[in-house]
């Protein structure tokens, strides 16, 4: 879905870009008090890996995940506290 920033208002801004390998997707923080860098997410063909840049040592600091790590994370985004397994599909 696209959105498109009001005049008044600062709407939420990402980018997304197709390289070679990887699609590349940046997510911009709104303009805060208390502001983070910009998030950048790699999605490989057998990882993700999230990027940002610590500006206290100005180093990118870097997370890698599984597909299989991104799709739990996914779904714990709607779940309330708890311990779970998610089921693969078909099984």
């Known amino acids: ?11 939420p801004m990402f980018t997304i870009e197709h390289d ?15 502001r983070q860098e910009d998030v950048t997410i790699n999605v490989f063909e057998d990882c993700v890996t999230l990027e940002q840049l610590e500006p206290q040592t100005d180093r990118v600091q870097r997370i890698t995940l599984s597909h299989a790590q991104i799709n739990d994370l996914s779904a714990a985004l709607d779940l309330p506290e708890g311990v779970y397994v998610l089921k693969k599909p078909g099984g």
């Open 1 to 11: 879905m696209r959105t498109t920033p009001r005049a008044a208002t600062m709407a």
């Open 20 to 34: 070679f390998d990887a699609t590349v997707i940046t997510l911009v923080d709104d303009p805060a008090p208390h």
